[in-house]
């Protein structure tokens, strides 16, 4: 166990559905991230929260819609997604916005499947 | 802006012998730099960081990587491989001078043979 919760482990959805992803930290850390990792792709750094305030959209699409309601908990509202969003999609945290010197802390992620 | 190459996706060994990893990194200012490991059906979890202390840095499970400004690299190494040791490992840049920006190389497959 890392520290950082991530549920569901696996997740299949049609493109019609609206489902959510769920983070959760208990390490104190102050910033939480959303990651997606596609096969045979660097990770892809979608979403910064600082102390629950957004501070970075990496030109993610509307059809991803995150949530920041404290420190300690993260969501990824998902709606009418489309196949290409298949992936692995992790959380992170960090214990300040200074992640040079920090470094992250993941989650084991949601393996999402769009059918 | 900074980048990160790692140049092998795929290296095998065979348990007991050496792990070399290699990164090649870019960068306009004092780069921090990490290693990440991540075993199948799980999160990413940090080997080691550089961030402008000593050159050689020691980590988790025996690894280690050695920061060479001269080369721009920061290869990591393990002296003597385990089966547990087959994961994948992501080579990580930030530059100092970018807004927190940590740029990840495309990983690198480590297979360890009995």
């Known amino acids: 166990e890392t520290g950082v919760t991530q549920t569901p482990r696996h997740l299949v959805m049609g493109m019609t559905n609206k489902k959510s992803l769920k983070c959760e930290q208990h390490?104190?850390?102050?910033?939480m991230y959303w990651y997606k990792q596609s096969a045979k792709k660097p990770l892809e750094l979608m979403f910064v929260y600082n102390f629950k305030e957004q501070t970075e959209n990496n030109s993610v699409p509307s059809r991803f819609s995150p949530e920041c309601p404290n420190s300690s908990h993260l969501f990824l509202h998902l709606h009418t997604l489309q196949p290409e969003d298949s992936a692995l999609y992790l959380c992170a945290s960090s214990q300040t916005i200074d992640r040079r010197t920090y470094g992250y802390t993941f989650g084991s992620g949601t393996r999402l499947t769009v059918v | 802006a900074q980048s990160v190459t790692q140049l092998d996706s795929h290296v095998s060994v065979s348990e007991g012998t050496p792990v070399l990893l290699r990164c090649n990194y870019s960068?306009?200012?004092?780069?921090?730099l990490f290693w990440y490991v991540q075993h199948p059906n799980k999160g990413l979890q940090l080997l080691l960081k550089y961030t402008s202390a000593a050159t050689l840095v020691k980590g988790i499970n025996g690894f280690e990587a050695e920061f060479k400004k001269s080369e721009t690299s920061f290869h990591l190494t393990k002296p003597s491989a385990h089966m547990s040791d087959a994961a994948e490992y992501f080579c990580v840049v930030s530059d100092h001078g970018n807004n927190n920006d940590m740029r990840f190389g495309a990983g690198t497959r480590l297979t360890v043979k009995p």
């Open positions: 960068s306009s200012y004092s780069p921090s």
């Open positions: 390490l104190g850390h102050n910033a």
